[in-house]
């Protein structure tokens, strides 16, 4: 199985004030389904909200729960702004943590930035759906779903019991 035959589906969330109220284009999002169509993943919803904990956490268990998205992947409100919720409304949503996608997605991109070390993002999981937080500019979406990527299509089929651990 290549990276491009696993079908698997994803969702977008967005997490901006100026983007809810139409003020803003989401640029970021439009990162997200670029690289994320061009891996083979398959666009099933779409959304923008604003940096607001339960509209966030509403949309992550709607779309998890409903068994039809394999990954939501978030982007903005990771940084240390006073509206910023998306990490932590993340965490209190999924079942457990995955933090090895986290930690190599800001070791990666300090590499390019040292801002990549004030990186709130998490990613874990909710009813067999990866939970994937991203940054809110195109640029750090690029440089850090592009760490990501190199892992998910296994995390996605390990988690359907597709594939077990490598072996030794």
Same mark, same amino acid.
């Given at each position: 199985?290549?990276?491009?035959?696993?079908?698997?589906?994803?969702?977008?969330?967005?997490?901006?004030?100026?983007?809810?109220?139409?003020?803003?284009?989401?640029?970021?999002?439009?990162?997200?389904?670029?690289?994320?169509? %061009?891996?083979?993943?398959?666009?099933?919803?779409?959304?923008?909200?604003?940096?607001?904990?339960?509209?966030?956490?509403?949309?992550?268990?709607?779309?998890?729960?409903?068994?039809?998205?394999?990954?939501?992947? %978030? %982007?903005?409100?990771?940084?240390?702004?006073?509206?910023?919720?998306?990490?932590?409304?993340?965490?209190?949503?999924?079942?457990?943590?995955?933090?090895?996608?986290?930690?190599?997605?800001?070791?990666?991109?300090?590499?390019? %930035?040292?801002?990549?070390? *004030?990186?709130?993002?998490?990613?874990?999981?909710?009813?067999?759906?990866?939970?994937?937080? *991203?940054?809110?500019?195109?640029?750090?979406?690029?440089?850090?779903?592009?760490?990501?990527?190199?892992?998910?299509?296994?995390?996605?089929?390990?988690?359907?019991?597709?594939?077990?651990?490598?072996?030794?």
């Amino acid at each position: 199985m290549t990276d491009n035959d696993h079908n698997f589906r994803f969702a977008v969330l967005t997490s901006s004030d100026a983007g809810a109220k139409g003020e803003r284009e989401d640029t970021s999002g439009d990162a997200v389904v670029e690289m994320m169509t %061009t891996s083979g993943f398959r666009l099933v919803h779409r959304d923008i909200v604003p940096d607001e904990a339960d509209r966030i956490g509403e949309r992550l268990r709607e779309w998890s729960d409903a068994g039809d998205v394999d990954v939501i992947v %978030t %982007t903005g409100g990771t940084g240390l702004g006073p509206r910023d919720v998306t990490p932590q409304t993340t965490a209190a949503v999924v079942e457990f943590q995955v933090p090895g996608i986290a930690e190599a997605m800001r070791s990666e991109t300090m590499r390019i %930035t040292p801002m990549a070390m *004030l990186s709130r993002s998490v990613v874990g999981v909710r009813s067999g759906c990866l939970i994937v937080n *991203l940054p809110g500019s195109p640029k750090g979406v690029r440089e850090t779903l592009e760490v990501a990527l190199k892992s998910l299509t296994h995390g996605l089929e390990m988690l359907r019991g597709w594939r077990g651990h490598p072996s030794p």
